[in-house]
């Protein structure tokens, strides 16, 4: 079974610009998280979608969005770059109901390089 | 206060040694833990979950959680030189649907041949 992708796999972007990210979960996976990490902050949550439908949110501004398509994939989008949103931005996926033991796989990552 | 607390490190064994990783949390309804383990460059891997108090024992890794102390662990026996990594711990905050997990900053481990 083919594991979670993302891609691009390496982004540089310059401030005010935007970028759009594409992870594609496991087959049969509906739920698509996504996470911003960095040296300092660690892997911070930014949002989390299921059947189409963000199903939870993190601490991030409106700058950062996000959308589920039909398929499952995910596409998050961030507006007006700033220097500090330099990072990995790692999707996860899982099966989306909540068992105790529900596990997330991580895609490979975009490393977005803002300048 | 975060919510879900490691030690930074580095830790530093010898080959051959038990690595011990410790995680507090701060919130007494979370009910299932996670260690995953990140290699530099790479993304996050689960090594494995617990939900019960007591022990749980994969190969050489075993998992301990204590409720009562808001306390979870990961030991690593036989420790190998490709054991050397950041080790994550998470923790599902919430039950069913809304779950999301919180993470640790990470320990990293560092094991010398």
């Known amino acids: 079974k083919a594991g979670v992708t993302q891609t691009p796999r390496y982004l540089i972007k310059t401030r005010g610009q935007q970028v759009t990210l594409s992870c594609s979960p496991i087959s049969g996976h509906r739920s698509v998280s996504w996470y911003q990490q960095t040296p300092g902050q660690g892997l911070q949550f930014l949002f989390e979608?299921?059947?189409?439908?963000q199903r939870n949110k993190g601490n991030f501004p409106g700058r950062f969005s996000g959308r589920q398509f039909s398929n499952s994939r995910s596409e998050m989008n961030v507006s007006t770059l700033e220097l500090g949103d330099s990072a990995l931005y790692l999707c996860a996926s899982s099966w989306g109901q909540g068992s105790p033991g529900e596990t997330q796989y991580f895609g490979p990552g975009t490393r977005l390089l803002v300048l | 206060q975060k919510e879900v607390e490691q030690n930074s490190g580095p830790l530093s064994v010898p080959e051959g040694a038990i690595a011990s990783l410790n995680c507090t949390y701060s919130d007494r309804g979370s009910q299932s833990f996670f260690w995953y383990r990140q290699y530099s460059g790479k993304s996050p891997e689960l090594i494995m979950f617990i939900y019960s108090n007591g022990d749980k024992e994969d190969g050489r890794f075993t998992a301990q959680l204590n409720k009562a102390s808001q306390y979870v662990s990961l030991l690593i026996r036989d420790s190998q030189p490709s054991d050397s990594a950041t080790y994550l711990c998470a923790v599902n905050s919430n039950a069913g649907n809304n779950r999301k997990l919180i993470w640790g900053l990470g320990t990293s481990l560092a094991v010398n041949p």
């Open positions: 979608y299921f059947s189409e439908t």
